[in-house]
Structure formats: structure tokens, C-alpha cells
């Protein structure tokens, strides 16, 4: 993302997890874990969303991390239908995790199924205090309904003209939850021309 990403390796459940981070000048507010689209159809950690949503976290004072699902880059592994990323993620989430420090979760499309399924996995311990999801996969994936201590700290963004994940799939998902869904208007699955604003609805959204 910038001169000054590093670049690092975790263990994880398939091999090696391939991870960048990137840490604010001054002492972190929080750890921010970001899922990335789906790896059977170009998804990366460095997909421009994901690298928007670690943006408005390092803003805010967060250090950000990005990852890899296995088979996807340097990661070991191969495709695990959901099953296995769900796994890949929640070690990223123990091994970047600072018991000092609140979790911030988010994730795009695939990664916002991942990061929802991570949230409600999490038991309320260590369960993250912030949740971003953008354009979750609420059509192809399962997404579980938040942990109802969560709803009022995470964020739903979706654009009005999502061709891969309709929007009326994520209201469906998000009403009978009484979330709130911040629609962008006439905007596509991967934000084009709009990812300044996305990085100011999660500023926004998680500076409250």
C-alpha cells in the first residue's frame, strides 16, 4: 500500500498465511483485520477496496492488516469452499490480536461473509468491538446474523447498482437484524470512482 507496508508470513491451519501490515505513526488504537473477495474470481489482499478499508483504519489510528487466503498469493493451500478461509482468518486474528488493544473486523464481498462468520465465531472475549462489512456475499454465501452486542458498531455499505451481489440480498439479510445498510447511489460491486467516499463512510461510521 506504501513504503511503509511490511510484508510478513503467519502460521496458519492450510501452511502460510502471506499478510501485509501497515501501523500508524503513533501508538495503535486498535487491530483491524480485513478479508479480502473472493479467491476464485481475482479477490487479493491488495483488491482497492480492501486496501481503501486498511486506509480508514490506519487513519483512525489502527494497525492494519491485510491477508491472503490460502492458495491465493504466497498462501499455502487451495480453495476450502468458505470452510478453510473462516479458518485463515480467525489466525490471523490470534496472532495479530493485542489483548491491550480492541479488534476491528471488516471485509469486502467474499471477505464480508468471511469477517461476519469470524464475528460470530469469536466468543464474546475476544469477539471485535467493530465490524465493517462492504458489498458482503449475502446472495451466494450463508452470512450469519451479528452477535446483537456488535449491530450497533458495524457498518453494512453497499452500491445501488451491485451487479455481483444484489442490493435487495443484502436488505434481506440486514432487515429482519434491524441493520442499517449505507447505500451509495448508482454505484458498482467495486466502487469505480467512489472508493474516496467508502473511505470516508468507514471513517465516518467508525469515528463515533
Known amino acids: 500500500m506504501n513504503v511503509q507496508t511490511q510484508r510478513l508470513t503467519l502460521a496458519g491451519p492450510a501452511g502460510d498465511i502471506e499478510c501485509a501490515l501497515d501501523a500508524p505513526a503513533a501508538p495503535a488504537r486498535a487491530v483491524l483485520v480485513i478479508c479480502h473477495p473472493h479467491p476464485l474470481h481475482g479477490g487479493t489482499m491488495d483488491n482497492k477496496v480492501v486496501q481503501t478499508v486498511a486506509r ?18 504466497a498462501s499455502a493451500g487451495s480453495w476450502d469452499e468458505g470452510r478453510g478461509e473462516l479458518d485463515d482468518a480467525l489466525a490471523v486474528i490470534a496472532a495479530q490480536r493485542d489483548p491491550a488493544l480492541p479488534l476491528w473486523l471488516a471485509g469486502f464481498s467474499f471477505g464480508g461473509f468471511v469477517a461476519a462468520s469470524a464475528a460470530a465465531h469469536l466468543s464474546s472475549e475476544v ?11 449475502t446472495q451466494k454465501q450463508q452470512v450469519p446474523a451479528i452477535p ?10 453497499h452500491g445501488e447498482a451491485d451487479d455481483v451481489v444484489p442490493l435487495s440480498a443484502t436488505f434481506d439479510w440486514a432487515r ?8 451509495i447511489p448508482g454505484v458498482g460491486h467495486f466502487f469505480h470512482g467512489q472508493l474516496a467516499l467508502l473511505k470516508s463512510l468507514v471513517v465516518r461510521g467508525w469515528s463515533s
Do not use: M
Open 176 to 183: 429482519p437484524q434491524g441493520l442499517p445498510v449505507t447505500v
Open 56 to 73: 480508514a483504519g490506519l487513519q483512525l489510528g489502527a494497525r492494519s492488516v491485510r491477508f491472503n487466503f490460502r492458495g491465493v498469493g
Open 148 to 157: 446483537e452486542e456488535l449491530q450497533a458498531d458495524t457498518l453494512v455499505v
Open 127 to 137: 469477539r471485535p468491538r467493530r465490524l465493517a462489512l462492504i458489498a458482503p456475499s
